[in-house]
Nanobody, 117 residues
Framework: QLQASGGGLVEAGGSLRLSCAAS????????MAWFRQAPGKERELVAK????????TYVDSVKGRATIARGIAEDTVNLQLNSVKPSDSAVYYC????????????WGQGTQVTVSS
């Protein structure tokens, strides 16, 4: 089970932090990710992190503005997004897949992020 939190209304240029808690954990052999979906658009992978070595990758549109990292609390992953833009507005979802799996098997509930211009 994945539980997402954070988001809300943010002014353009501001920052937001999303958190995702996985239970039961720990998922030592997994990849955790944040996706987002804006109205009328396809869902896109924003960032992902490999649990074992914290290796992270980002979609080009957030590179330099986003950081995905394991949280202080066990089995949590945070997404920090700075210098937000109205184009970052979307429903954000956290997801998890076990290493070797081709798809994300577990999904959290979405959390709305709205960036005002």
């Amino acid at each position: 089970q994945l539980q997402a939190s954070g988001g809300g209304l943010v002014e353009a240029g501001g920052s937001l932090r999303l958190s995702c808690a996985a239970s039961p954990g720990p998922f030592r052999t997994a990849v955790m990710a944040w996706f987002r979906q804006a109205p009328g658009k396809e869902r896109e992978l924003v960032a992902k992190i490999t649990w074992s070595d914290s290796r992270a990758t980002y979609v080009d549109s957030v590179k330099g503005r986003a950081t995905i990292a394991r949280g202080i609390a066990e089995d949590t992953v945070n997404l920090q997004l700075n210098s937000v833009k109205p184009s970052d507005s979307a429903v954000y979802y956290c997801a998890l897949r076990t290493l070797g799996a081709s798809t994300y098997q577990y999904w959290g509930q979405g959390t709305q992020v709205t960036v005002s211009s």
